[in-house]
């Protein structure tokens, strides 16, 4: 019998016949059932039961398959040693991992494109591997070339940590969780409580995503469907874009071990570590399960969500929970079509595969599809992570908060009086939310900074838990844990199906106006930098002013987001995949963003550059200004 076959007998035997459980719970039983890395047997079967589940909603559904560089281990070993004269470890862990597996298995603790090789030298504790910490061991006059640096996760995208280890002379990098952060000292460790156990760690990949999120070995351009042929980078120019020092992630236990015994060592202590690692970067088919229901008219506009359908091992949280509010959401406007709706502009839904490798398939498909999305796609909602809980909130670009807005004032709060806006506002400290610059962090990332298009991303919390990337992030733990009863992922469900049609039919959009006031407030604030000066500060700031007074005097709302798509460069200075000039990833942690960064490379080169592009991102507001007439 075949594995699907079998699958749907033993689910179909699990689930109560009386249609008693919420809906979202038997979806996320098919999806979080088994490990879904992408590239392995387990992703094939949950590409296969995402689409099944969107073509059960009435939804038309492709896979859009791609060859893409990814980098799935084979071997792991971590051996630690209580001097470079040991021949015993005093810790060690083997594992080894078969990608084609039947039924798939947990991939071991690893990171995603570390180098491959065999090390052994001493050990140094680098705090969190910032720059910062670096800096403060120089000062002590504590030399870490040629150790293995042990760092704490958090504050910076892991792959930034690799990066700096490799800069600073560092043979190789151990990365891990404190247990203050996420495990046993914030209450009882799974399966007591939410917490991670010190033998689970956090998986995740150390691509550059700052640099170029994606298939590395396609920068820029598309990988090809299975069959096809394409540009692809050469083995030399590939690796010279990847990290170049092998790493991996420990436990809480492991790591603990290792600090004892350096509790009393200043710089690289008499530990040694063993590092010996097979993760190989090979091709591999990815699958991403693309869902449509047409709009009416030609050539009609397209609003977009989508979330990651990959998991590092069952992924209930990240990102089965986003993929389970999706289809909830698909269901209920399959209802609405059923019942006469017809939605103005397509609907697409985009269930992501290789996100965890960095952002890869969403990339791919974007950048596939970049002419027809620029000039169509208004609008991108992702959903990644984002149930755990009840407790609205959200993010994304500016021009977005009117519409997140009203669809959340259409949506009740379960057993209240209140709207999700109004509980939303109560929260915030002073009432008023506000979104922020997203950064690279999700598969939003090839639409706001490549593409130049709007996105939001809504989210449901109020409980948390230390699985993050680790193996107990399984249905058991949303179950138990982080939404009992399903509450969160139903009002997900209904809340993006509500944004999705406002969306659609265009009573709600992007705002142009809104979203040039942002940036009138940001370039203010930018002037009491002394690099960019005050002066400077109020005249960008009332350039997006008169923008915004033109965009409200011509009631300009709907259609394609003319302040992004005009601000939307070929490229930025060494960092060519990126486009926006409004704002984009920080290169210093990965993950938060800084506005105007064309204005900050500028003034690296001086006054005049700096002058320069303030003059031409004038200019380039007029043609918005004009544009709007």
């Not at 980078?233 to 790591?255: M, N, S, V």
């Not at 049609?501 to 142009?512: E, N, Q, T």
């Not at 940036?519 to 997006?544: I, Y």
């Amino acid at each position: 019998m075949a594995l699907a076959s079998l699958f749907a007998l033993v689910l179909a035997a699990a689930l109560p016949q009386d249609g008693a459980l919420p809906r979202s719970r038997q979806l996320m039983l098919e999806l979080a059932a088994e490990p879904r890395l992408a590239g392995t047997s387990g992703g094939l079967q949950g590409a296969k039961v995402a689409a099944r589940q969107l073509r059960a909603a009435g939804w038309d559904v492709e896979l859009d398959e791609r060859v893409v560089v990814l980098s799935l281990p084979r071997r792991i070993s971590v051996r630690a040693f209580a001097d470079s004269e040991a021949k015993e470890p005093f810790e060690a862990r083997v594992e080894r991992y078969d990608a084609d597996a039947l039924p798939p298995g947990d991939v071991p603790l690893y990171n995603a494109w570390t180098a491959s090789g065999k090390v052994r030298a001493n050990v140094v504790d680098v705090g969190f591997g910032l720059r910062a910490d670096y800096e403060a061991l120089a000062q002590r006059k504590i030399d870490v070339r040629g150790a293995i640096a042990l760092a704490r996760y958090g504050r910076a995208y892991r792959g930034v940590k690799v990066d700096l280890a490799t800069e600073h002379g560092c043979v190789g990098l151990l990365l891990f969780s404190e247990s203050a952060s996420d495990g046993g000292e914030r209450g009882a460790v799974w399966p007591e409580g939410p917490w991670k156990p010190d033998w689970d760690g956090q998986r995740g990949s150390i691509l550059p995503i700052a640099s170029a999120p994606g298939d590395p070995s396609t920068p820029g351009t598309p990988s090809p469907r299975p069959g096809e042929e394409a540009p692809r980078l050469t083995l030399d120019e590939l690796e010279a874009r990847l990290p170049r020092i092998p790493c991996t992630p420990l436990g809480a236990r492991e790591a603990r071990e290792l600090r004892t015994r350096l509790a009393d060592e200043v710089g690289p202590g008499p530990v040694e570590v063993e590092l010996d690692l097979d993760v190989p970067r090979e091709r591999r088919t990815i699958r991403n399960v693309i869902a449509r229901l047409p709009g009416t008219g030609i050539d009609p506009e397209l609003v977009i969500a989508g979330g990651h359908r990959d998991a590092w091992v069952r992924g209930a949280n990240d990102n089965a929970s986003g993929c389970v509010a999706l289809v909830r959401a698909a269901e209920r406007l399959a209802a609405r079509r059923e019942q006469g709706w017809k939605p103005a502009r397509t609907l697409v839904i985009g269930l992501w595969d290789a996100e965890e490798f960095g952002l890869i398939g969403s990339t791919e498909w974007g950048e596939a599809n970049a002419e027809l999305l620029r000039r169509r796609c208004v609008t991108y909602v992702n959903c990644d992570a984002s149930i755990a809980g009840t407790q609205f909130s959200g993010g994304g670009s500016p021009g977005m908060l009117r519409a997140l807005r009203a669809a959340a004032e259409r949506v009740s709060v379960p057993g209240a009086s209140t709207n999700l806006w109004q509980d939303w506002c109560a929260r915030v400290k002073d009432g008023a939310p506000a979104l922020g610059l997203p950064g690279a962090g999700s598969d939003h990332a090839v639409f706001a900074h490549h593409l130049g298009l709007p996105v939001v991303e809504p989210g449901f919390g109020g409980h948390s838990g230390g699985q993050y990337h680790a193996t107990f992030d399984d249905y058991t733990m949303v179950r138990e844990h982080l939404d009992p009863g399903w509450t969160g992922h139903e009002l997900a469900g209904e809340f993006l199906a509500e944004l999705l049609a406002s969306l659609a039919d265009g009573r709600v959009s992007f705002d142009a106006a809104e979203a040039a006031r942002s940036f009138a407030l940001r370039a203010r604030a930018l002037g009491e930098e002394e690099w960019f000066g005050r002066e400077r500060g109020a005249r960008l700031s009332q350039e997006f002013e008169s923008v915004a007074t033109r965009m409200e005097r011509d009631a300009v709302r709907g259609g394609q987001p003319e302040l992004y798509r005009v601000l939307n460069r070929p490229s930025l200075a060494g960092r060519e995949w990126f486009r926006n000039v409004l704002w984009a990833p920080n290169v210093e942690d990965g993950y938060s963003s800084v506005s105007f960064p064309t204005l900050r490379a500028a003034a690296r080169e001086g006054a005049t550059a700096l002058d320069a592009e303030l003059a031409r991102i004038v200019r380039e507001l007029a043609t918005v200004r004009g544009e709007a007439r």
